[in-house]
């Protein structure tokens, strides 16, 4: 079974079709990449796809110094971030919509919105932490591969982790304070 390297060096070579099967093997992954910088489906389609189009382009200027996985992580994500620039989503403030909700939660709902707040505070991460975390956490990298993504010293992904986490724990702690005396507080229900 040949490597990634090997296949480039195929593609390089002249075999343009051995490329398909390192799209095959990493569009999964980029999607959800994608997805968590555009926040809609067919827009992060779109990224990926032209993420492997500049790729193929650039396949020759791919030096073998990162995983091949990384360097189409920070394509991808760098699409991602020009689409957003690019186009300008219109949304609706949450808050201001009125919601009718029985007073009973059922364990869906409630871990539904446990999942809600969680995204809300990971999304509220300074960019550096953020990056460190959903690329630890949701793709699953190595702090090498993270390194090498946010282009810093391992230590310093490593660090932008645990800060991130530690915020993290410490925001979710006030959170449920704040609901704890909410439900405290004469007159709630």
């Known amino acids: 079974m040949q490597t990634e390297n ?19 093997k990493h569009q999964s992954v980029l999607l959800r990449v994608a997805f968590r910088y555009v926040k809609d489906a067919e827009l992060a389609e779109d990224v990926v796809q032209e993420s492997f189009i500049k790729a193929y382009k650039k396949l020759e200027s791919f030096e073998g110094r990162s995983s091949f996985r990384s360097w189409m992580y920070q394509i991808t994500a760098n699409t991602a971030k020009n689409k957003l620039r690019k ?10 919509v009125p919601l009718a909700v029985e007073q009973t939660m059922d364990a869906s709902i409630y871990l539904s919105d446990v999942n809600s707040m969680l995204m809300t505070e990971i999304n509220s991460l300074p960019n550096k932490q953020r990056q460190a975390l959903t690329l630890r956490i949701f793709d699953d990298l190595s702090f090498k591969e993270v390194a090498a993504i946010m282009d810093c010293p391992y230590d310093t992904a490593k660090a932008n982790y645990r800060h991130a986490i530690n915020k993290l724990k410490t925001q979710m702690n006030r959170k449920q304070k704040q609901e704890v005396l909410l439900q405290m507080a004469p007159g709630h229900c």
């Open 6 to 24: 090997e296949i480039i060096q195929t593609i390089i070579s002249g075999n343009k079709s051995a490329f398909a099967g390192l799209v095959e």
């Open 87 to 96: 186009k300008k989503f219109d949304t609706v403030d949450i808050d201001k």
